[in-house]
């Protein structure tokens, strides 16, 4: 053979990847001109009359800033037809995410990141809708009334969530996706991106958000879907390729056998047999090791298939100390774990957070799992694990002696009598448990037995009869707290508060939002003022008798906080405010929305006066 060829062969195979890197990296206009020139030269058969529909049901979500007890911003909103949309402002009738900004990453509570997360991984929270018809999607629009541009990613599944059959393989497909851009103006917006084709009919869309540029809280109002009963079919006669279409339906299936085949990807047997490994050889094991400790899993999975070397790299068990299964959860499943047993023997930090949903893992799947990796294991992350049951909760108690964390937050399918097997883990350090159906007895025996809790969630968590008693068991045996999440607790009273300032004198954290029951006049907040002088972080959210003496108690004793909020008071004067942010030096967030005495002249003064403060007034239209 002329040497001609193999040349022609690499330069058509470099053009080739020129043309597949240009795609990769051309900007919107490029990618939509591209779709374009296909739609020009084809057209679609059969032509089908499209179908436009609202959201029938929310089926999931990860969190909401509403109560479980009441449809005020809460996920639930997003049902049916529009609320608020097209009006602007702040309105109870839509749906807003927990958290907002980057607030939530700077207090005592926030956790480390787990490493190896992909860079292309920004979801923070999601929400999952039910649609009456099955279509092949031809547009979403997702109405948004304040705050808009946290939606970050749109999917399809192709279960049907009205169907009486349960699917083989459930497959999610991403519509459209793109990393967080802040958007300037809090107005009412239609957001309709443009989405992918796919070839399934679907009826259950998700959103993923991320609010981190966010300035205030993301409202949504409804999501409305477009699409046609018979799958389009382009014509042959197609002049031009999508280059893009081609590069992400190419990756998806990568990521798709990577995740899901992880045995094929690790097997000796498809190694090719080389005399040396170049320069590897030369390096250093733990070198070596350091280089691929960079690598998501999915990379490692590539290369392993590369030479025998860094394959027995890839699969030590030392790479995989830090796991986080998060951002592929649409392709973890039973299969993923039993692959994954021989090379997380040394694993501490595993997120199973969002996996195994509709079958995915099974429990006799997970429980296999933690009985080989549990032993090492100090932080657990399996929010809005909805396989979970009460046996689950039982091997974890079993076989996770070492355990410090664990989340089980939007974990509301878990039974009550499941939360009494926690109490068996007394090193416990950290418990999050919101929107979680804990009982009262189940959550005074955890109290009573993992006495070394300095981190503990329970908002939300409406099962709970008696806060005060369970605040007086804290200020017992949880000397060593230091953050506490108690929002939305409806019936704690200045004698629980009491106990727990009594005996809890470490906090840093206290959020006490939407606490109906605390009343200023009582003392409670002079208390904590008083003998919590380490808080840097206190929620009074939505309590109309926070007063002045309140502010000046925490100006003169809490001389670190770092945020407030004290939305919806009436009682709190621009003059305590002033004394509030001269004392406070470390002060950041000031959320005063609502408080009547504190008009925009008002905060317009104080942000000129203390420029480094975040102060947020917000105010319905």
Not at 14 to 20: A, N, P, Q, S
Not at 146 to 153: K, L, S
Not at 219 to 241: C, F, N, Y
Not at 548 to 559: M, P, Y
């Amino acid at each position: 053979m002329s040497p001609v060829f193999p040349m022609l062969t690499v330069l058509s195979m470099f053009y080739y990847i020129c043309l597949r890197r240009r795609a990769r990296t051309a900007t919107r206009g490029e990618m939509m001109n591209s779709r374009r020139a296909i739609e020009s030269n084809s057209r679609a058969l059969p032509i089908n009359v499209e179908v436009v529909q609202y959201a029938k049901e929310v089926l999931d979500f990860s969190s909401h800033y509403g109560s479980e007890n009441s449809m005020s911003y809460t996920m639930w909103n997003l049902a049916g037809i529009p609320n608020v949309y097209p009006s602007s402002g702040d309105f109870t009738q839509t749906a807003v995410f927990r958290t907002y900004g980057t607030w939530w990453d700077q207090c005592p509570s926030a956790q480390l990141p787990f490493k190896r997360t992909p860079p292309n991984f920004y979801s923070q929270d999601y929400v999952e809708l039910a649609f009456e018809e099955p279509v092949y999607p031809t547009a979403v629009h997702v109405l948004e009334t304040y705050h808009p541009g946290a939606v970050i990613r749109i999917l399809a599944c192709s279960a049907n969530p009205y169907s009486q059959n349960t699917p083989a393989e459930v497959r999610w497909e991403i519509l459209w996706s793109e990393a967080p851009t802040k958007v300037n103006s809090p107005q009412a917006r239609q957001f309709t991106p443009c989405i992918k084709q796919i070839d399934f009919p679907t009826n259950l869309i998700r959103l993923e958000v991320n609010s981190s540029l966010q300035d205030y809280y993301a409202e949504l109002d409804a999501v409305v879907l477009h699409g046609v009963k018979e799958r389009p079919v382009l014509s042959l006669k197609t002049s031009m390729i999508d280059m893009n279409d081609l590069d992400e339906d190419d990756d998806e299936e990568k990521n798709g056998s990577e995740m899901d085949s992880l045995n094929k990807q690790f097997s000796v047997a498809a190694l090719r047999e080389w005399t040396t490994n170049g320069y590897f050889d030369k390096l250093p094991y733990e070198l070596i090791q350091l280089i691929l400790s960079h690598l998501t899993v999915p990379d490692l999975c590539r290369l392993a298939q590369t030479c025998k070397l860094l394959y027995q790299h890839c699969c030590d068990p030392l790479q995989y100390i830090h796991l986080s299964l998060q951002p592929y959860w649409a392709r973890i499943n039973d299969t993923s774990l039993e692959y994954l047993l021989s090379r997380c023997t040394l694993i501490q930090w595993l997120n199973l957070s969002w996996t195994g949903n509709r079958g995915a893992i099974s429990v006799s799947g997970f429980s296999r799992f933690l009985k080989v990796c549990g032993s090492e294991l100090v932080r657990l992350e399996l929010a809005c694990g909805h396989f979970l049951n009460e046996t689950c909760l039982e091997v974890i108690a079993e076989m996770c002696p070492n355990l410090q964390e664990l989340n089980l937050s939007s974990c509301d399918k878990l039974p009550p009598q499941a939360f009494n097997h926690i109490a068996k883990v007394c090193s416990l350090k950290r418990l999050i448990l919101y929107r979680t159906k804990v009982e009262q007895t189940a959550l005074l025996s955890i109290l009573n037995f993992c006495s070394e809790l300095q981190h503990l969630s329970l908002g939300s968590c409406v099962m709970i009869e008696d806060y005060d008693l369970i605040a007086s068991m804290m200020g017992a045996k949880c000397k060593k707290l230091r953050t506490l999440d108690l929002w939305r607790c409806k019936n704690i009273t200045e004698n629980g508060i009491a106990e727990l300032a009594s005996g809890c004198q470490l906090l840093e954290e206290l959020d006490l939002g939407w606490c109906p029951t605390l009343q200023s006049s009582t003392g409670c907040f002079t208390s904590l003022a008083r003998k919590l002088p380490n808080l840097q972080k206190l929620f009074l959210t939505a309590n109309r008798s926070v007063c002045d003496t309140d502010i000046e108690e925490l100006a003169a004793n809490c001389t670190h906080l770092r945020q407030l909020d004290i939305l919806g008071t009436r009682m709190v004067s621009p003059a305590s405010l002033r004394k509030l942010l001269e004392s406070c030096k470390d002060l950041s967030l000031l959320d005063v929305s609502f408080c009547s005495q504190i008009d925009n002249r008002v905060v317009l003064e104080l942000n000129a006066s203390f420029p480094n403060v975040f102060i947020k007034k917000s105010f319905t239209q």
